[in-house]
């Protein structure tokens, strides 16, 4: 693509299917890398990965020749893979259908670093639902509760 100069940074935000909080803190630096290391095989730049034991944040630079849903069913597919594969998880590990992904500019880029470096903290005094749903409404992205998260088992 010559002559084509972009700066697309999102956020994307999901879950462990039915929010399950089985992301060990034993393998998950694990997870969080290889994540990061396939977010750069599709030619976007990872920034940061982090994430807690139901679900995980990643900042990164999004490549204008890839989808955000071609990149995040990439993401998901292999990440899951990969933990099902080295028998990471007691149970079948699987992430929940769907994600958020919202857009920041550059001048927002080092307080989003923060805000997700800082998962552990954060989730002390704020469910992911919460968070979730205060990202939505933040962006003012419409959505019916229903359809936000599947239901717990």
Not at 123 to 136: I, P
């Amino acid at each position: 693509m010559a002559n084509t100069y972009y700066q697309i940074y999102i956020q994307v935000v999901f879950a462990v299917k039915y929010r399950d909080a089985i992301i060990s803190e034993e393998w998950r630096s694990k997870l969080l890398g290889v994540i990061g290391n396939l977010i750069n095989e599709t030619g976007c730049k990872t920034i940061i990965v982090n994430g807690v034991e139901d679900h995980v944040h990643c900042l990164l630079g999004l490549k204008p020749n890839i989808s955000i849903s071609d990149l995040m069913k990439i993401v998901k597919a292999k990440s899951s893979k990969f933990v099902n594969d080295n028998q990471l998880s007691k149970s079948k590990f699987n992430w929940q259908e769907g994600y958020g992904a919202f857009s920041y500019s550059r001048s927002q880029v080092g307080a989003v670093c923060k805000y997700i470096e800082n998962q552990k903290e954060h989730h002390k005094k704020e469910t992911f639902n919460d968070e979730y749903l205060n990202f939505l409404n933040k962006f003012n992205i419409q959505y019916e509760e229903k359809y936000i998260f599947e239901d717990l088992i």
